[in-house]
């Protein structure tokens, strides 16, 4: 890909995908710019990028611009950008939670620019995230391409129907803050059992990478795998029917009931 790129926000998620793109593609075809210039400027030093100071000038050098502001703020960066990149051949890629391609394209006030959408994960730091993508027929197959190059070094892709993209959502962007608190929850049982926090965390963490491994690599049912470490009468089960007891499962899935429907929320641009 020889394409220049602009992120427009240098926040968490914007950092992950381009130091993961500039560990496969030239540093210099990407620009980074954000509301608070020493942000853009030290990201841009890092990866070896260009940092720029508006984001009118980083999307009128760029073939694809990367938004990646909160969506609170999306509607009015929208009516900043309207101007140099509406009407344009310009692809928008947005990450922002819940915010829908009829929405930025309504920003925009073009109705068939062309939008991908797309939702990473915080494990695209160490290029193990799952992408999540939505486009329509006003994407080029050449454009997906060139994305999913890009986002190749994050980690894993899917394109979803725009329509499931909200769930996709919470059960990938948003659901690793809820392994990391089982983590957390596992290692503290482990130090009151005597273990050290740094045994403890490693061994919970190590226990949770297997299995989704496990879940991954052999194609198996997750009940089918649980039920091959539930021995009759055994210690497994036991803790088992404990997560049970406490309405575990019923939590989870009411957690993320919880992360979609704000994910529509968020979407609503004011």
Known sequence: MSKKVAFIGSGVMAGAILKGACRALDPTLFLVTDKFEEKAQALAEEVGARAVPSNREAVEQADYIFLCVKPQVAAEVLEELAPVLGGTSKVLCSILAGVTIESLRAGLRAPTHPVIRIMPNTSALIGKGQMLLASDEQVS????????ELLAPCGSALWLPEQ????????????????????????????????????????????????A?????????????????????GMTIAGVS?????????????AIRATCLRSKELGKLS
Do not use: W
């Open 141 to 148: 197959e050449q454009a997906r391409g060139e994305v999913l």
């Open 242 to 254: 404990t997560l049970e007891d406490q309405g575990f499962r019923k939590a989870v899935i009411n």
């Open 164 to 211: 499931f993209f909200d769930q996709g959502t919470a059960l990938s962007g948003s659901s690793p803050a809820f392994v990391y608190m089982f983590i957390e929850a596992m290692a503290d049982a482990g130090v009151e059992a005597g273990l050290s926090r740094a045994q403890a965390i490693e061994l919970s963490a190590r226990a949770v990478y297997g299995a």
């Open 213 to 233: 491994a496990m879940v991954l690599e052999t194609g198996s049912h997750p009940a089918v795998l649980k039920d091959m470490v539930c021995s009759p009468g």
